[in-house]
């Protein structure tokens, strides 16, 4: 498949550029009989949507989901939802002076090597914007899940050196502050850290942590398709994204296997379980019952409003100051990408993961 | 497609078990005309073989590669590439201890759990040995690539709380030192190390770095087939990674934008250049034409030799110890599998990238 | 994949309802670089547009094509290329009588098998409006081969027991009959036949032709996805379609091995030509260098003014009379489908076979 | 994926040439506990082997399938499934002719323009015996079928002009001639057609037919993956098939909708049935629960004795006699090709649509 396309029963094929007529997403495979109405999408792509505090750009986007097919009397059909977001708040001007040359960190020129020319307009499609069709597919995940007893949160886990104390960890609480944090207190800290940064026209990077409970043990596809694989790819598919990790992830790589190793035990009703969770609830690729964490380490938004050397198209060096509108950090706004794209996987892999095992087939068609 | 297939032009399809007959790979879609014998792929599978050193499994494996098809008169003909690699050295009867429990940090629970039972021999599919198959097909990967004026190069990065020096850093030294780092020193005070780990029926974990020189700006597919997704997906699916970096990873989190930010310079012949890599040679999910640098973080083998607390299939707590010939760290032997995977996904989508603009594909057709 | 997605590197994914907001259809992978506007789809779409003739349903759609992204000043930038055709002349209430039973020779029992329910409005999904996305999706693969030197043209072959004259054969004087017959003496005698199974309240068959010419030599990737395989899979797929052909079809079976080999004799400039096309342009599943030939047979309209035998939801037998506005048949407003679907088919399989040879790529590359 | 691979959940990827070390193909994402041994893949492998009658060619293959992984103790284990038939009766030097010439009606020429040269022996890939795989693989699809109630049949339907009487059609006796034929009067006259046809040095083609009862309705996935669609693709992608057809096929062209539409009925315990099967089982793409029927058809075998022109790698025009052992039609070997992969590919889309309704989602999941 080409790139804009993911998943492999449950896929979304995204679309769309920052300053273009608008963005949107086809969701394909969604189990039919699923009740779904366009609130629900809503929902989520209001939590990316900018404009929200002094923290995110001020650009005023409205973000309004259609669904324009796939659902019929409130309830999937089966058949592929199209999901429509047009564009409203365009500043197209801001961009005239970057359209002949390179910003630093942004894929300004990787866009024009890999295509000759690009629409420059706003980043065009590498345009943090290019996430509201994410958002909206992963939304219907995040419902589908909701539905076999599966949830998904995210949340914003540090902002530059500043980082949620586990001792003060409120998930409840990550709503109540504007970086997402689920720890008032950290997100007091943080926001003057992120302060302090902005008033020097520079900008902040920080880690996103997603954690997923009620999933089933026996899903992940060995070897290439292994449930951690597919997460770090979506992870790692989202702009800004540098690194990601997997349960105790880096950590584990200086650790002892007598002390990272998760001791099994006998747990409620007789099922297995484990004494700790090191591993982030995946083992060998396939999820094992327990909790699954995976976290997201965003790079500082690149574009700053200091002064910058770059270079223009015809390889001149030259001195850039961005315009525009732009967030001092990504983080908060990414958290809920971070945790669709998660539950979009994950609901995906839950109904590949189906036909493991020739006695369920069996039981399922009933021979 | 199933779990056990990698790529889109150029696949890969591996097979095989610990203690099967053996193990094996078929490439698919290798260009016609690339000059391959089996010693090209056997000089990477030695790099993995067991017993080569203390710090390995002493089991003894030929691990010879025989090419059963899809190479005519020395060059590949563009049809399947398939590889069989034998098993002969294997001891199941250690095995049968732990046929009935699951050994902690292993894929035995989860395996059991999708699939209502499994190869428990040597750990069957989920096995360290399961790794041959990608090793040998990364190897035409690496190959094609050199062809094309690509190379790749893996190290160790750190073991357990061991890191290499940067200013030590001298690649060609790798090969010195059965830990392979490239820093001759920090590898006799990992050996001291692990040697402690080892007394002390443990293990250890620890990171491999592979750089990925002479690449293209333009090669990645936004916006879920970026450059590092793919990089990210095949490094996390090989067995014991926890946690996958491009460029400075996680340490970006709590960088700024002025400093992450590289800059765009004049190199030679007018080129565009960076004047340094935060990056790791990516923008926007396509690479830049630097040095792609992308780094795994392996946890530490899970077999080790203390009795440690688990519960058997029964669900009941009981206490094992683990027999079988184990590595105490698996991060030497990784190096291999990590720059392996990692050619063959930059082979691939080097060929993806080729249809990118109408004006090459019109030149290539010459019309 | 799920089933709404067609294509390895030129992908589309097609969605919408007879009855929903619209139709549409996402195009990724179209190279960067390619003249488009909406006229170059809107003309492959007008050609399919209901209520063009006394032998095509009433409904009066202006089935107006927007492109939503992908295209920046005039150009296809290489990103996802949304298009949207809004409904605008739906009559639902024509349908409350089929909401509960099922029309013999409709999709109407298998959809409530697999889903559940379904959108029966005017069919849902399986309305022949359905192929909206196709064709515009085809139109841009169409105007990328012509770009490429390669041109694909379909017609009516047949109506009922009508055929055409291959000695009166005049592919020009196609568009000169509604029922898009090349032979217009043919056409005479099928709309002839048209009218008195009309005037019995019935439908017709056909069979629709299309020639794929200046398609190079290689084109097709075996063994499964041959390049005859995959255009039979494009076809097949076209509603209404129960066989498909390629170059003498049937026939060949009935014929000599001396009689059905096309001999290679020396062409123009040297260049290997065929002195008859009896294979329909392929060979081994790749393209030979001669014309494409492939053929597909529409079964009659299901929907038929008389009444006809069925059962309920409930499983009893009733009796039904279709309302609704539909085709006596739909081979005139299919031709345009066929040829696109193969348009778009072969022009994702010529950018897929770039990557077959070494020495190209190393060209492609400059090294 | 490149074109070695078939399936979506239930995949095979094949590889081998006809004067390689051998051929053979891996199975991912079969079932856990299928209960498999080498005998019931060597029975299908059986049915092709050559050497049988005098009507096939005289290389004499034992075609022994070992399993190599994905089997333990009798039953599948979810993993790979590798299976390996060696070569044994190559005779390299009968093709030394024509390593530099085109034989018309193969793929020589074909491949050379893709490939730029080819493994010449035996026709390399492109050969009958790629076929091994395709069976080897297709034999696991029917057992699995076989498990769920699903039974899968080919024969062949006609050779040259003598096609079978319907009247007399007993699938059991198709084993009674080496012709494949129900209908044991007309594989006599066929075998006296094909006789005559050998003794003028020439080939025949003919036409065979796979029906699949038992399937539930509900299988298939619009708009792309219909099940006709799918089926037709793997038809038409087996050697020297030029026309696929489902139920009526192309007699449904120059039908009648009041005929060819087929009248639902109340069936046993009040279920859907159908009065007639003009649709071949299948419905908007979907399976309607009735017979599937599929039908495909060979040209006559390319290889023939008599001269004939053609040109050699240089253009330049040449005579040739074809050496080598070739079955003078391919049918009746070719009818366990089409039904395997009729298998195969029916399988697959049944676990695939698994996943198409949310209530038998959650009554899989318990929720």
């Given at each position: 498949?080409a790139?804009?396309s ?14 273009g ?18 609130e ?6 209001d939590?990316r ?25 409130g ?5 592929p ?13 801001d ?5 002949d ?6 894929g ?6 890999k ?21 909206a ?9 909701e539905?076999?007893?599966v ?6 886990r ?48 920080g880690?996103?942590e ?14 290439f398709e292994?449930?951690?694989a ?7 598919s989202?702009?800004?994204?540098k ?11 200086g ?30 690729g ?21 002064p910058?050397?770059t270079?223009n198209r ?10 525009g509108r ?36 069996q ?5």
């Amino acid at each position: 498949m080409a790139g804009s396309s993911w998943g492999t029963l449950l896929t979304m094929t995204t679309w769309g550029e920052s300053h273009g007529k608008g963005l949107g997403v086809v969701v394909d495979g969604c189990p039919a009989g699923l009740p779904l109405c366009e609130e629900d999408i809503q929902k989520y792509l209001d939590r990316r949507k900018p404009g929200q505090s002094r923290f995110t750009t001020k650009r005023q986007e409205g973000d309004q989901a259609e669904i324009l097919s796939g659902v019929f009397e409130g309830k999937t059909t089966g058949t592929p939802i199209s999901i429509l977001v047009r564009n409203m708040d365009q500043r197209s001007h801001d961009y005239n002076n970057i359209k002949d040359l390179y910003r630093p960190g942004h894929g300004d020129y990787t866009f024009d090597a890999k295509y000759g020319f690009r629409d420059y307009r706003g980043g065009g499609r590498s345009s943090g914007r290019e996430t509201i069709g994410r958002v909206a597919a992963g939304a219907i995940g995040a419902r589908l899940l909701e539905c076999l007893g599966v949830t998904v949160a995210a949340y914003t886990r540090s902002i530059g050196p500043v980082e949620i104390n586990m001792d003060h960890f409120n998930l409840e609480r990550r709503f109540s502050n504007s970086l997402c944090m689920p720890d008032p207190q950290a997100a007091i800290r943080a926001q003057e850290y992120v302060e302090k940064v902005m008033a020097q026209g520079d900008s902040a990077g920080g880690v996103a942590e997603c954690v997923i409970s009620g999933l089933p043990a026996g899903v992940g596809e060995p070897v290439f398709e292994k449930l951690d694989a597919r997460l770090a790819h979506g992870a790692m598919s989202i702009g800004a994204v540098k690194g990601v990790e997997i349960g105790d992830g880096f950590l584990a790589a200086g650790s002892l296997g007598s002390v990272n190793n998760d001791s099994f035990v006998t747990g409620e009703n007789g099922r297995v379980d484990k004494a700790s969770n090191h591993a982030g609830g995946i083992l060998g690729g396939i999820s094992d019952g327990s909790q699954i964490v995976v976290r997201a380490a965003f790079k500082p938004t690149p574009s700053i409003s200091r002064p910058q050397k770059t270079v223009n198209r015809d390889g001149q060096e030259v001195e850039t100051v961005i315009k525009g509108r732009h967030d001092p950090l990504v983080v908060p706004r990414a958290v809920v990408v971070l945790e669709t794209m998660a539950a979009f996987t994950v609901a995906d892999m839950l109904l590949v993961g189906m036909s493991s095992r020739l006695d369920r087939i069996q039981r399922f068609f009933n021979t």
